[in-house]
């Protein structure tokens, strides 16, 4: 069994896991993980990154959330201790864990990638929320409680995803944010100005 096919089954059995204890049966490798890992190896494709320490990274870095371990203040240092408790258990080499366990420590926000693999996992991290706004609106609603018509909420709810994402990521997904931001806030806000 190959590291990236272990990982995946442990993601794969903790997703079941969190599905069957999850009151709106949230399906966390479907709507968020698998997007991630595909975001991920992308940008590793088009960067020059190590694949299989991004996509172990992308498979791991929500870990601690989905094994409900600890809080999502500090999801990130609980991730980081399951993504190496599992990876010493398959016997993976101390000195690409370290990298993989980097992508987890660091994915909360872009500007904190020490490296270009960590860009990768924090980046596509961000890239997956603006491929599934229905899941963004499902979690501020539930989560967050941000209500229907709190447009400057939402509007900074998606700017500070934007402010996390890498300089030269930005560049290539700039036109895209800007239609989304359009279609989901453009009359809002026309509305919004005309009555301030
Ligand atoms: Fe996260
Ligand atoms: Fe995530």
């Not at 599992?86 to 500007?111: A, F």
């Not at 979690?139 to 998606?158: C, L, Q």
């Amino acid at each position: 069994m190959t590291v990236i096919e272990y990982i995946k089954d442990k993601v794969l059995r903790a997703n079941r896991e969190y599905l069957e204890h999850s009151p709106e049966r949230f399906d966390f490798w479907e709507q968020h993980i698998r997007l991630v890992v595909r975001e991920a190896l992308a940008l590793a494709d088009e960067y020059g990154a190590d694949r299989e320490i991004v996509e172990l990274g992308a498979l791991l870095h929500d870990m601690a959330l989905l094994s409900r371990v600890g809080t999502r203040q500090d999801h990130h240092i609980n991730g980081a201790a399951i993504a190496d408790r599992l990876l010493t258990e398959y016997g993976y080499p101390d000195d690409r864990k370290k990298r993989v366990l980097g992508c987890v420590l660091h994915h909360r926000s872009s500007q904190n990638a020490e490296n270009i693999e960590e860009l990768c996992v924090g980046d596509a991290d961000i890239l997956s929320h603006f491929h599934n706004i229905p899941m963004c609106f499902n979690s501020a609603f539930r989560s967050s409680r941000i209500s229907t018509g709190s447009v400057d909420e939402w509007i900074s709810y998606f700017e500070q995803e934007w402010n996390d994402l890498s300089e030269r990521t930005k560049v290539k997904f700039r036109q895209r944010y800007e239609n989304i931001m359009d279609v989901l806030f453009g009359a809002l806000k026309e509305d919004w100005q005309s009555r301030a």
